[in-house]
């Protein structure tokens, strides 16, 4: 791992691979890291630069205590982004993400659009509005009011054994019926999560204005000419419990160039579970 120079006082710990031509910039989800994309940079090295960061309060990168608000935040977490590409110098990137990830990317894009060639992105997307709050959906994101309260310090926080035991549930229950979770893959996230306050850190995104149902709950069109410009392959699972793909009905009033992609009995970890279908999204980005 390599690491950024400090943007806020925190640094970014990345991985890059590949050529010095056509830069890939990978954005993982919670509960993840970096390697959430272990499967599918191997198709991607012999034609791009790919960067791979951990975001703030992930996986090595720094977990300093500090308001949600400014340093978790979708616009948090965007400006580190940020300014890691500019430290690399990198600019007209694929950016590509899911859950976290496809937020913080459609903020880079919103906040630097000359950093972004295009967009790759798995839900989260705008749309949902007050839909969030239904019943189903409720029942669903029951984890972000979890992720608000100082019990959720004491009952996971630096356990090894309850954080593994609270990451395989959303493993498990999000992905898609064709999924096998990867135990050893939980063994690296549970050792990950589980130092003294990383739990924490990895949550704080819930506690800011970046929460899904905060977020959604608060959601206004923009009006046709604030639509995000930038082109934008969204890949749609089905059988994700939390972004059902009914969601997608509102796409038109957020995105001005946009192609959409249903991904069929394909759950919420779109990088493993559509790992090649991802790939050539980004590698018809890439190309166009």
């Not at 954005?27 to 791979?52: E, N, S």
């Not at 509005?129 to 309260?149: A, D, I, K, M, N």
């Not at 410009?229 to 939390?242: R, S």
Request: avoid cysteine.
């Amino acid at each position: 791992m390599q690491y950024s120079g400090p943007t806020d006082g925190f640094r970014l710990a990345y991985e890059r691979s590949g050529s010095k031509n056509n830069p890939v910039v990978l954005l993982h989800g919670w509960p993840g890291d970096h390697t959430d994309w272990d499967q599918l940079v191997p198709g991607l090295i012999d034609i791009a630069d790919v960067l791979r960061p951990d975001l703030r309060g992930f996986g090595q990168s720094d977990k300093h205590e500090a308001d949600p608000e400014e340093i978790y935040s979708g616009r948090g977490q965007a400006r580190a982004v940020i300014a890691l590409m500019d430290e690399l110098g990198l600019e007209g990137a694929v950016v590509a993400g899911y859950d976290v990830g496809s937020f913080v990317s459609q903020t880079i894009a919103a906040m630097r659009p000359q950093l972004v060639k295009a967009l790759v992105v798995s839900p989260p997307l705008p749309g949902a509005g007050q839909r969030v709050l239904e019943l189903g959906p409720v029942t669903e994101f029951w984890y972000t009011s979890f992720h608000q309260l100082d019990l959720a310090k004491h009952l996971v926080d630096g356990n090894r054994d309850a954080v593994r035991a609270y990451l395989h549930h959303f493993w498990s229950h999000w992905s898609g019926p064709n999924y096998i979770v990867d135990e050893k893959r939980i063994d690296h996230l549970a050792d990950v999560y589980s130092a003294r306050g990383a739990f924490i850190a990895s949550v704080n995104w819930y506690r800011s204005s970046s929460n899904p149902v905060t977020a959604y709950a608060a959601e206004s069109r923009p009006s046709p000419g604030k639509r995000l410009a930038t082109p934008t392959t969204i890949l749609w699972q089905d059988q994700d419990p939390i972004f059902p793909y009914r969601w997608s009905d509102q796409l038109d009033a957020f995105f001005e160039d946009y192609s959409l992609e249903r991904l069929s009995g394909i759950g919420h970890f779109t990088p493993l579970e559509a790992t090649d279908r991802f790939a050539e999204a980004i590698k018809q980005r890439l190309a166009s």
